[in-house]
Every structure is written in C-alpha cells, then in structure tokens.
C-alpha cells in the first residue's frame, strides 16, 4: 500500500482517468492522499495570439471541474492543474512532494513513441518512486 500516490491525468481519447483513479483508491492505504495533476502544455506565445481572449482561462477552469468530478467522494484526494512540460512537471511534483507511486495511463505506443518517446515511458524510466503503467 502506498501512502502518497499522483495521478497525472490527461484527457487524450484513449487515456482512462477513471481507472487510474480506481486503482488509486485500492492501492492507497488509510490516511493516505491522492493528487491528481493536470500539466497544461504551454503554448508558443506566437499560437495565443490566435486563441480568444479568455480561452486559456476557460480551459483551464473546465479542466479544474473535470478533475473536482474524479476526486468526488475520494478521501484525501485532491487537484492541481500546472503549466509545464508534461513528463518533467510530473517527475519534479513527485520529487518535491514525497509521492511514493505514480499511476499513469498510457496508450498503445505508436512509430512515434518509438523515436520520440512518450509522457508515460519518460516517466517510468526517470521516477524515483514505483511506477503504475495502466493500459
């Protein structure tokens, strides 16, 4: 059991949330806290200029009511929605803050991932805590 678990959640189609947070819930031991963590990828500031005014923050506070939904009713669970690059605000929240698992949802790997790599596969290769890959 563990007693500090992120959930970094991203809502990618093929990305399940909700499992993630299901076996945050069965892998989280009494008094622990759960954190689900959104990165918002920062936009090129020549891309905003073509956005509404007010979409970023709309975004954003669309993203905060999804993640309120998924922790509803979850004890010690809680959210936080940053700006940065994906797999390094992860790894950094989960240094900074003591987390003792990560669950991240992933998809089928793709070309791309191969060449590229993926959040998930930098993850699991640069965490310093267990790891949950849940497909």
Do not use: F, W
């Not at 299901?22 to 759960?34: D, N, Q, V, W």
């Amino acid at each position: 059991m563990y007693k500090n678990i992120l959930v970094p959640v991203s809502y990618e189609a093929d990305r399940n949330a909700q499992g993630a947070m299901e076996i945050a819930k069965a892998l989280c031991t009494e008094g622990g806290s759960i954190t689900c963590l959104h990165v918002m990828e920062q936009l090129p500031k020549y891309a905003t200029e073509y956005l509404p005014e007010g979409h970023l923050e709309a975004a954003k506070a669309n993203i905060v009511a999804s993640l309120k939904a998924l922790v509803e009713g979850v004890d010690g669970a809680t959210t936080r929605v940053v700006e940065g690059h994906s797999s390094r605000t992860i790894l950094t929240h989960a240094d900074n803050n003591d987390i003792d698992l990560i669950i991240v949802a992933s998809h089928q790997p793709g070309m791309q991932d191969y060449l590229l790599g993926s959040t998930a596969a930098k993850v699991v290769r640069h965490a310093k805590c267990a790891v949950h890959v849940l497909r």
